[in-house]
């Protein structure tokens, strides 16, 4: 996780308005919209880079409610799309949703497919490390 955190540091893109980074209360408030607990490791990530720009991914925001990557929007429009709302997505590609499960895993949901494909990660940093990073 460190390590992940680092590099995206690292590689973090200067941008006219720079993102903030929530604190908890910011992460109760987005769970009260979404009638739904967001995972520690998935509120861990929110609160330590939701604030990095990089590569060609955008994983949600919970800062900027005018944001097209803002949390509680990203999450109406997947639902209604057909995403199952125990999923919490992440990072829109396309039409396909990178989403965290309960557990914190993340999983790949097919908007062509409508369902979840067999791709996984065991957590959003392995999943920062994996395909953010290499966005």
Known sequence: MEEVIEELREKNERVPVPLELPDEDVLVEIEEQLFI?????????LLTVSDVVYGSL???TVMDPQSHTYLPEV???????GVPRELI?????????YCVEEDGTV??????????TEESWESVWHWARDVWLES
């Open 89 to 97: 997505p992440i990072c829109q590609n396309g039409d396909d949703y």
């Open 37 to 45: 607990n967001i995972p520690f490791v998935f509120k861990e990530f």
């Open 107 to 116: 999983v790949l949901w097919s908007a062509e497919e409508e369902l979840v």
């Open 58 to 60: 955008e994983p949600v």
């Open 75 to 81: 999450c109406a429009t997947a639902w209604d799309i």
